[in-house]
């Protein structure tokens, strides 16, 4: 376990490397635990794969988040209402259901105004700062919906997302035509404004993203490595998402 440097100098990740995710979901836990322990009240959170296990432990804990507001990253555009691939559906799923928060936000991807909805959306993390926010990274090292060459100051609003998401997520969906092409996403000035992120990243496929985040230079064409410049991160990555990196950790 090590930090790495940011541009300025900074000691600024922390860098934790497990087995798997199932222990990484264990570490994940525990950022979670401190930070109620030490009177965090609104939690970032995010969907896909990689967190689950995280969500997994704080379900089987006695953490209680009903005095707690959640924040989520992100949601698809235009799905149906009754549609088991929105990141609501998947939030009640693996978390909610068995972990009620006492309010939890997700961004409206059937509002029909999706720009008035982006800016109601900035207004609630104005009034509730995000003390932890969870991240998974794309391949591309998107987080959030923030593809690449998203502006470092941007904040809530509606991304299209690029082919190389649109294939990555269709292993949810029964067909390709069925993964929306459009989102709604916190911007990185946003994600940026937390007061702790936490990212995970699990398997082989997260390397070449992991290794940008970390070692790379700090630019929107690689969006996580603009976390560099975020002075409070910490990493959870197994071998295969660590195997590219250079330094020591
Ligand atoms: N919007 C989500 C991201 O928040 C997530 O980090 C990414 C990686 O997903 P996974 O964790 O399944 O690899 O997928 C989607 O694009």
New binding site residues.
């Given amino acids: 376990m090590d930090y790495t440097k940011n541009k300025k100098g900074a000691l600024t990740m922390k860098v934790i490397i497990v087995k798997n995710d199932v222990e990484g979901g264990k570490e994940g836990y525990k950022v979670f635990a401190d930070a109620k322990k030490n009177g965090a009240k609104t939690f970032g959170l995010?969907?896909?794969?990689?967190?689950i296990t995280t969500y997994q432990e704080i379900i089987k804990s006695d953490l209680d988040f009903s005095d707690s507001i959640s924040i989520n990253?992100?949601e698809y555009v235009g799905l149906p209402a009754d549609s088991d691939q929105s990141y609501n559906y998947f939030m009640h799923k693996n978390l909610f259901d068995a972990k009620p928060f006492k309010h939890s936000y997700l961004p409206n991807g059937r509002a029909k105004d999706i720009e008035a909805e982006a800016k109601h959306y900035d207004e609630i993390i104005a009034e509730n700062p995000i003390d932890l926010q969870i991240?998974?990274?794309?391949r591309n090292g998107?987080?959030?919906?923030n593809e690449p060459g998203t502006p470092a100051d941007s904040t809530t609003h509606k991304v299209a997302l690029t082919q190389s998401?649109i294939d990555?997520?269709a292993r949810f969906f029964e067909h390709e035509e069925d993964v929306p092409r459009f989102?709604i996403?916190m911007g990185l000035a946003s994600i940026m404004q937390s007061k702790h992120i936490l990212m995970e990243a699990y398997g082989e496929d997260?390397a070449d993203a992991i290794k940008g985040m970390i070692e790379g230079p700090v630019t929107t064409d690689l969006p996580a490595s603009l976390l560099q410049n975020h002075d409070n991160v910490t990493v959870i990555v197994d071998e295969a998402a660590a195997s590219k990196l250079s330094g020591k950790y």
């Fill in positions: 995010a969907t896909g794969s990689t967190p990253l992100d991240l998974g990274i794309g998107h987080i959030g919906f998401t990555a997520n989102a996403s997260k």
